[in-house]
């Protein structure tokens, strides 16, 4: 506790009795009675760094986060060192989503409490939120370094290495994990992932039904599932998996309206999701732009331009397409009543006369219906040109993911 004013002994006490009060009132979940003794308790003294810090978390659980923000900022003023506050203000900002602020609360908090593993994996999902992801792989590494056996912040580790792009080593850091807490769900579904990554589909499937025998309810499961049985080539039984999920947790459905970035009636309801751009790069780069470095053609000003084109039948084996990977619930919510877009002419590897550049899940759609023909509108590529942009025109920065909040630490 910090008592930064000058009080006479008999008004610090009754201030520390205050505290302690509400601090019992709290721990028991009488929380209006304990904010207002955390209210009488700063009424005599406002920067008294416990009432501060209590009742900010207070305000948290309540739901109030902007006001929890600044008490727990001006408790950080008065207790500097206190990583606990820090910690704490931490996750406050993060739920405001003030992610950069967070970032620099929990190093504050890791550099105050070097050995404490639980500061360095609250930084390490910090950083992880703001695509600092080296720095990320680092903090996680120094928490396990701590505490060996901190499950989450070895789950962590392995699902931010699936995130990065290096599934192989997910796997091999998270199956022995696996084998230490075979019940424990969080580990086998980022194990399931890193396995899907790592393009392991049947051991990726056994590891996700695993993870549905021991909870048949986790709606995110059977979402997984769906995703490795669409890999697998048994499009039924994931989009099957991929309805299940949704019928669990109606949060996931796939909604290509709020995918679009657009709404109302402008809404493309047959954009995909990634289709939004047509990346062109590597062995699928066009005539004049890197190879080696990826471009992008926005598919919605094409949208507008196909709205007074003809629509041409053309038979799939003629369209060469870029991306095989199948997204189920893309797949599953498929709207193939609109054509799709190709390039008439264009270079692609598979050297077929036309090149796709939106509808992939449209048309994995009408194959597993048995369809051989689909409907498209097509473009020279002379009329796409001037849409071409490299991605950072796009993507200025690194994406952003943001990472399940931990709790607060409680009063005691």
Avoid at 56 to 76: N, P, S, V
Avoid at 181 to 192: E, K, Y
Avoid at 215 to 224: C, G, K, M, N, V
Avoid at 369 to 393: A, K, M, T
Wanted: charged share 25%; glycine share 8%; net charge negative.
């Amino acid at each position: 506790m910090t008592d930064s004013t000058d009080h006479g002994a008999g008004s610090a006490a009754r201030i520390d009795a205050l505290v302690a009060d509400a601090k019992q009132l709290h721990q028991a979940g009488r929380l209006i009675e304990a904010e207002r003794l955390y209210g009488q308790a700063l009424e005599l003294d406002p920067r008294h760094g416990d009432a501060l810090h209590y009742r900010g978390i207070l305000l948290h659980q309540k739901g109030r986060d902007e006001e929890a923000a600044e008490l727990l900022g001006r408790a950080a003023e008065e207790q500097p060192e206190n990583a606990v506050v820090l910690g704490n203000l931490g996750v406050v900002l993060r739920a405001l989503a003030r992610l950069e602020d967070a970032r620099d609360a929990f190093a504050r908090a890791a550099e105050a409490a070097p050995d404490s593993p639980e500061a360095h994996f609250n930084l390490a999902g910090a950083l992880h939120a703001i695509g600092q992801n080296d720095t990320a792989e680092e903090a996680y590494r120094r928490a396990i370094a701590l505490d060996p056996d901190h499950v989450d912040a070895l789950t962590n580790l392995g699902a931010l290495l699936t995130f990065v792009d290096r599934p192989a080593e997910a796997v091999h850091h998270l199956a022995p994990l696996a084998e230490r807490f075979p019940d424990s769900l969080p580990v086998l579904r980022n194990l399931a992932g890193a396995l899907l990554g790592a393009r392991r589909y049947g051991d990726a499937e056994v590891v996700c039904r695993r993870t549905l025998e021991i909870d048949p309810s986790f709606a995110r499961a059977h979402l997984q599932l769906g995703e490795i049985l669409g890999q697998l080539g048994r499009i039924a039984e994931g989009i099957a998996a991929y309805r299940q999920s949704v019928a669990l947790d109606p949060s996931l459905a796939y909604d290509p309206v709020a995918a679009s970035g657009r709404s109302g009636e402008s809404a493309p309801r047959y954009v995909d999701v990634v289709g939004l751009f047509h990346a062109i790069g590597g062995a699928w780069s066009l005539p004049g732009y890197d190879p080696e470095r990826l471009h992008l053609l926005p598919i919605n000003p094409l949208i507008e331009a196909a709205a007074d084109r003809p629509v041409v039948s053309i038979p799939f084996d003629e369209v060469g397409i870029r991306r095989r990977f199948v997204n189920i619930s893309r797949l599953a919510e498929a709207d193939t009543s609109y054509p799709c877009m190709v390039l008439v002419d264009a270079p692609n590897p598979s050297g077929r006369k036309y090149r796709l550049i939106d509808g992939n899940h449209r048309i994995h759609r009408l194959i597993h219906e048995g369809q051989r023909v689909g409907r498209f509108y097509v473009f020279e590529l002379d009329e796409v040109r001037e849409l071409i942009r490299p991605r950072e025109y796009f993507f200025p920065g690194e994406g952003r993911i943001e990472l399940d909040a931990e709790l607060a630490h409680p009063p005691g």
